[in-house]
């Protein structure tokens, strides 16, 4: 897969591996909660909600858990949360985009800039780095829901940019205004994907050495411990050596 894909991936397997799942499931509840204030409670009509949900179930959440977060949005006592965007630059000069809901903007940005600094890094002004990455939608399905040439014809023929299939899957891209058509398009055939929603794609990726990576991973890991902070995105790509060594762990 694209750099962005090895990445996400990366992350992911290290997520599962190091987050403590309570709280994995209170970030993925503070982003149902939000969905569902800013939009309407159905995730039929609100795409994000949908999309939280989606992220929820990907990662085991209970259905109790959910609705538990839906109803606090629509009973009017949720927190109020700004959301809010960090970029800046890792070890080695590499792009990172920080997303974070907050309740306390100082707080919060005061732990991360003390994240990069503590990196060799530096926290930039908002469009420092963004500049490098696209907004776009991604919608991911199992392998075991089409064979990468099903998945690559339906996908053009919904609209969308870009196709990755390997043996973890399907991961579909396309403009970020498309994504609510394609998903429809793409569900009609293969049903409901496991994560659909809208991510930072990397226009180009940066390669780094085993050292450097060593160091962003442990600032990835610091952010990504945060209870503020929701996705980390990076430009870098693994050396094949440390991406054994990772999936090793």
């Known amino acids: 897969m694209a750099g962005h894909s090895q990445f996400k991936n990366i992350m992911h397997r290290k997520g599962r591996q190091d987050a403590m799942r309570s709280k994995l499931f209170s970030k993925l509840a503070r982003e149902i909660t939000v969905s569902a204030k800013l939009g309407m409670p159905d995730p039929n009509m609100n795409p994000r909600l949908r999309a939280a949900i989606l992220a929820a179930r990907a990662e085991n959440m209970p259905k109790d858990n959910i609705e538990r977060a839906i109803k606090k949005a629509a009973g009017g006592d949720a927190d109020n949360y700004e959301e809010i965007r960090y970029e800046g630059y890792g070890p080695g000069g590499v792009a990172v985009i920080v997303e974070a809901l907050t309740d306390n903007r100082n707080r919060t940005a005061s732990e991360v800039r003390s994240y990069f600094t503590k ?11 963004s500049f490098m990455f696209d907004r776009v939608g991604a919608i991911e399905f199992d392998a075991s829901r089409a064979d990468a040439d099903a998945m690559m014809e339906a996908a053009i023929e919904a609209g969308a940019e870009d196709v990755s299939s390997d043996e973890d899957g399907h991961e579909v891209i396309c403009a970020g205004d498309d994504l609510a ?16 929603g809208l991510i930072w794609r990397p226009q180009n990726t940066v390669a780094v050495d085993d050292e450097t990576a060593e160091k962003l991973l442990r600032l990835v890991d610091n952010l990504q411990d945060n209870d503020d902070v929701q996705n980390v995105t990076g430009n870098f790509e693994l050396s094949d050596a440390m991406l054994a060594k990772l999936s090793s762990e």
Do not use: D, M
């Not at 990196?119 to 780095?129: D, F, Q, R, Y």
């Not at 394609?182 to 496991?194: I, K, M, S």
């Open 181 to 196: 058509e394609v998903q429809r398009a793409l569900e009609a055939l293969f049903g409901e994907p496991r994560k659909a």
């Open 119 to 129: 990196s060799g890094g530096n926290l930039a002004e908002t469009g420092a780095v």
